[in-house]
């Protein structure tokens, strides 16, 4: 059973502590995501899959995480380089499985997706992660007893995203019929962000399209259509969302099985746009 569908972002100055001084303009995202944190405490999932752009990713193939432990570590970071760190601050750990990895690694093969497995030195051996996946993580109930699998999207969806939507569709649709087919409680997480080019100052420069860009999120988050979708696809090029590959996912689980939105809120506290989503299928 899928308690819910979200599509999370993982700008890391939304959790408090981690931008000294403290960001402020995150706070909208934080107190969004911490919403989060009470339905998912609500759902109580046995199992949660998170799809990220942002972790372990290969050039041309998808990767599922072989993994019995998660570590994700929290730092401070600079405020004007969001890649130079400092001092710790948390450690977190999250339980994975990986014998429902292999069979969800097996089925995505079955249906001729372009999969492969990703184990560093041992199953047991805890495999730290990346900001695509830690941030979306910090909001899972502290005491969370969920196991964790995670999918990593190939680094060429930058430059080959119109020719892999069927494939995007299918992963999204094969990901749902997995977990239906499962029987157990899932909650699905899409991290990702929206577009990057809002700033001059910001590392990818300023481009028009990108509050275009967002606006059509804004309401394709609403209500999932084709036409409002097609839009999105259209500017991705100079907006340049790194999102992209799970909302295409997330219009081949609309089109199949329909989603309904339980919760939206958007943001723009820097250079990238950022918006917490729910849906329920609407099945």
Same mark, same amino acid.
């Given at each position: ?35 989060? %944190? ?53 450690? %977190? ?61 190939? %680094? ?41 080019t809002h700033l001059e ?7 028009e399209s990108s509050k ?72």
């Amino acid at each position: 059973m899928i308690q819910s569908i979200y599509f999370l972002p993982h700008g890391m100055q939304i959790i408090p502590r981690i931008e000294n001084p403290v960001n402020t303009k995150f706070n909208k995202l934080h107190d969004a995501m911490e919403e989060i %944190r009470n339905k998912l405490n609500e759902e109580d999932p046995e199992y949660v899959i998170l799809i990220t752009p942002h972790g372990f990713n290969l050039q041309n193939q998808y990767l599922i995480y072989l993994h019995n432990e998660f570590d994700g570590n929290y730092y401070v970071i600079n405020e004007k380089e969001s890649v130079v760190y400092g001092d710790l601050i948390e450690s %977190r750990k999250w339980s994975g499985d990986v014998m429902i990895s292999h069979s969800l690694l097996n089925y995505l093969e079955e249906m001729k997706l372009d999969f492969n497995g990703l184990t560093l030195g041992y199953p047991d051996y805890p495999l730290t992660l990346a900001w695509g996946e830690t941030v979306p993580l910090y909001y899972l109930p502290k005491d969370c007893k969920s196991k964790i699998v995670i999918i990593g999207i190939p %680094r060429s969806r930058h430059e080959k995203i119109n020719e892999i939507q069927d494939e995007l569709c299918v992963l999204g649709q094969s990901i749902v019929d997995f977990c239906l087919k499962l029987k157990k409680k899932v909650s699905i997480i899409f991290s990702g962000d929206l577009s990057h080019t809002h700033l001059e100052t910001g590392p990818y420069g300023f481009h028009e399209s990108s509050k275009e860009f967002d606006s059509f999120v804004k309401d394709w988050s609403e209500k999932p259509t084709k036409d409002v979708f097609n839009k999105i696809l259209n500017l991705q090029k100079t907006a340049l969302a790194c999102g992209i590959a799970g909302i295409s996912m997330l219009q081949g689980i609309h089109d199949k099985y329909g989603l309904k939105n339980q919760f939206s809120i958007y943001d723009l506290p820097t250079y990238f746009g950022m918006v917490v989503n729910q849906w329920k299928l609407d099945v």
